[in-house]
């Protein structure tokens, strides 16, 4: 059972930066895709970015693109959010997410594609 564990959280001023990291208990995340989604408060959790297993794909909400930037280490089991030019609009509780798939270009945005979940690490971004 592959768990993850979220950090890096944190209050920041609007225009601050943060990066989120997501640690994986296998001893390896190759065939992992990895993202991000994220859940404010009364909204629903919602597709952030994600990244495929080799790296070579990646994907971006709307919202994030050109702010946000998602990364991978798979020697060190981990993967990064970038997160730039913070709005108040991006506060949320963060939660990192894996799928297993063996193709190269792999990355779904659908929430039900996930079965793997951190616990969430909160962001606040202040006006």
């Known amino acids: 059972q592959l768990q993850l564990v979220e950090s890096g959280g944190g209050l920041v001023q609007a225009g601050g930066s943060l990066r989120l990291s997501c640690a994986a208990s296998?001893?390896?995340?190759?065939?992992?895709?990895m993202a991000w989604f994220r859940q404010a408060t009364g909204e629903e959790r919602e597709f952030v970015a994600g990244?495929?297993?080799?790296?070579?794909?990646?994907a971006y909400a709307d919202s994030v693109k050109g702010r946000f930037s998602i990364a991978r280490d798979n020697a060190k089991i981990t993967s990064y959010l970038q997160m730039n030019n913070l709005k108040p609009e991006d506060t949320a509780v963060y939660y990192c997410?894996?799928?297993?798939?063996?193709?190269?270009?792999?990355?779904?945005?659908?929430?039900?594609?996930?079965?793997?979940w951190g616990q969430g690490t909160q962001v606040t971004v202040s006006s």
């Open positions: 997410a894996a799928v297993y798939c063996s193709g190269v270009g792999c990355v779904w945005t659908t929430r039900d594609e996930y079965p793997y």
């Open positions: 296998e001893r390896a995340l190759d065939r992992y895709v």
């Open positions: 990244i495929s297993w080799s790296g070579s794909s990646t």
